[in-house]
Nanobody, 119 residues
Framework: QVQLVESGGGLVQTGGSLSLSCAASGRTFSGYVMGWFRQAPGKKREFVGAITWSDGTTAYADTVKGRFIISRDYAKNTMSLQMNSLKPEDTAVYYC????????????WGQGTQVTVSS
């Protein structure tokens, strides 16, 4: 059973940076896609970005492209989200998730970590 645990959330000022981490365990992740999602109060959960575990290919939502960077440590089974030039609208609970492949839905989720960007 896949387990995902996020860490690194907190409070940051507009324009600042913050890094989130997602520790994955429970199986080998070859072929998996690992993603970051976020949900702001009163809004639907939205896709932030994703990385293909085997080759490191990344994809980002337009709202974060150029500001956020996803990476993974293959040996440590961890995924990171480096967030730069943060804006108040980035305030949300951030979740990591995993999907068995690019063709399948995300089926395992972490508990989430709060990111608050003050104006």
């Amino acid at each position: 059973q896949v387990q995902l645990v996020e860490s690194g959330g907190g409070l940051v000022q507009t324009g600042g940076s913050l890094s989130l981490s997602c520790a994955a365990s429970g199986r080998t992740f070859s072929g998996y896609v690992m993603g970051w999602f976020r949900q702001a109060p009163g809004k639907k959960r939205e896709f932030v970005g994703a990385i293909t575990w085997s080759d490191g290919t990344t994809a980002y939502a337009d709202t974060v492209k150029g500001r956020f960077i996803i990476s993974r440590d293959y040996a440590k089974n961890t995924m990171s989200l480096q967030m730069n030039s943060l804006k108040p609208e980035d305030t949300a609970v951030y979740y990591c998730a995993s999907a068995p492949s690019r063709l399948k839905d995300y089926d395992s989720w972490g508990q989430g970590t709060q990111v608050t960007v003050s104006s």
